[in-house]
C-alpha cells in the first residue's frame, strides 16, 4: 500500500523559508521511473505543479518559482524535502506530495497524494 | 488565470454522459500526449483519473474516458452517478520542464 504524507510548519512568517517534509511508503525512490512531486492549492482555487524529483536524483522545478525552490530526497529515509524561499501571503494554502508512478511517461502524471498540508503566510 | 481553460461548471443527470473540455496551445495539450484528470471532492486530495490522454490507472472505471483534438483535451464520465460529483482539474506537460494545470470544473449531479 503506497501513502505519502506532509508535515511542516502550519503558519510561516513572510520572508521566511519554509521547509516541508514528504515521508512515503509503499515503493522505492530507487525505482526507475518513478518520482515525487510537490503540488499546491491555495483556498478555493486550482492546483499548482512547483516541483518534481525522480529515482535518478533528476529535479524539475516550476519556472516561475525556481528561484525560490529546492527539492531533494533522501532514500534512506523515504524522505522528500522541499524548500521555499522569502514566503509572502500569496504562498497560503494547501501544499501536495504525490507519486509520479513509473507507469506513467508524463511528469505531469501523479498517481498517490499525500492528505496536504495547510501552510498560511502571515505576520 | 490558469494556462488551461476549462468551463468553471458542468451538470447531468444520474445515467447521464458528460464531457469536460480543456483547452491549452500549441505549446502544452497541442504538443504532448500527456494530458492528465483529476477528481477532487471537497476537502480531500486529487485523484488521478486519465493519464496519457487516454489511460486509466487501475481501479478507475471505464466510465471514464479521455481524448484529445488538437490543442483540447476532454474527460468524459459515463453513466453519472452521485459519487461522481467533485471537482475536475486537468493538467498537461508544457515543455521547458514545466506542468499546467487548468482551472478546474466542478461537475453537479442533479
Known amino acids: 500500500q503506497i501513502t505519502l504524507r506532509e508535515s511542516g510548519p502550519t503558519l510561516v512568517k513572510p520572508t521566511q523559508t519554509l521547509t516541508l517534509t514528504c515521508s512515503f511508503s509503499g515503493f522505492s525512490l530507487t525505482t526507475p521511473g518513478v518520482g515525487v512531486a510537490w503540488i499546491r492549492q491555495p483556498p478555493g482555487k486550482t492546483l499548482e505543479w512547483l516541483a518534481l524529483i525522480y529515482w535518478d536524483d533528476d529535479k524539475r522545478y516550476s519556472v516561475s518559482l525556481k528561484s525560490r525552490l529546492t527539492i531533494t530526497k533522501d532514500t534512506s529515509k523515504n524522505h522528500v524535502v522541499l524548500t521555499m524561499t522569502n514566503m509572502e501571503p500569496a504562498d497560503t494554502g494547501t501544499y501536495y506530495c504525490a507519486q509520479r508512478p513509473f507507469y506513467c511517461t508524463s511528469t505531469s502524471c501523479f498517481d498517490f497524494w499525500g492528505q496536504g498540508t495547510l501552510v498560511t503566510v502571515s505576520s | 488565470q490558469s494556462v488551461l481553460t476549462q468551463p468553471p461548471s458542468a451538470s447531468g443527470s444520474p445515467g447521464q454522459s458528460v464531457t469536460i473540455s480543456c483547452t491549452g496551445t500549441?505549446?502544452?495539450?497541442?504538443?504532448?500526449?500527456?494530458v492528465s484528470w483529476y477528481q477532487q471532492h471537497p476537502g480531500k486530495a486529487p485523484k488521478l483519473m486519465i493519464f496519457?490522454?487516454?489511460q486509466r490507472p487501475s481501479g478507475v472505471p471505464d466510465r471514464f474516458s479521455g481524448s484529445k483534438s488538437g490543442n483540447t483535451a476532454s474527460l468524459t464520465v459515463s453513466g453519472l452517478q452521485a459519487d461522481d460529483e467533485a471537482d475536475y482539474y486537468c493538467s498537461s506537460y508544457a515543455g521547458s520542464n514545466n506542468v499546467v494545470f487548468g482551472g478546474g470544473t466542478k461537475l453537479t449531479v442533479l
Open positions: 496519457d490522454v487516454t
Open positions: 500549441s505549446s502544452d495539450i497541442g504538443s504532448y500526449n500527456y
